[in-house]
């Protein structure tokens, strides 16, 4: 099992920079692909970035691609969300989550959330 600790949300002006963490419990976090994906109220969760096991491969929602940068550390047991040129709709709760076996932008299939951070960017 692992635990998911988000931090690093906040109110941001548009066309600020957020950096968003994602600490694990465990000693096997290295086994984990791991994803970031942001709700806001009356929606469903939609996927934002995903990074496998290994930080070797990497997808980002087309809403975020080039702006957006997913990242870990294995040896911090961290993922990391660096957000920039951040605009009010990517205002949401951001949520990481773990999986040992899938790697894909369902949110249906990782088995492991963490509680989630609020960002709040104004115009």
């Known amino acids: 099992q692992v635990q998911l600790v988000e931090s690093g949300g906040g109110l941001v002006q548009a066309g600020g920079s957020l950096r968003l963490s994602c600490a694990a419990s465990g000693r096997t976090f290295s086994s984990y692909n791991m994803g970031w994906f942001r709700q806001t109220p009356g929606k469903e969760r939609e996927f934002v970035a995903r990074i496998s096991w290994s930080g070797g491969s990497i997808y980002y929602a087309d809403s975020v691609k080039g702006r957006f940068t997913i990242s870990r550390d294995n040896a911090k047991n961290t993922v990391y969300l660096q957000m920039n040129s951040l605009k009010p709709e990517d205002t949401a709760v951001y949520y990481c989550?773990?999986?040992?076996?899938?790697?894909?932008?369902?949110?249906?299939?990782?088995?492991?959330w963490g509680q989630g951070t609020q960002v709040t960017v104004s115009s």
């Open positions: 989550a773990a999986d040992t076996r899938y790697w894909g932008p369902d949110k249906q299939l990782y088995a492991y």
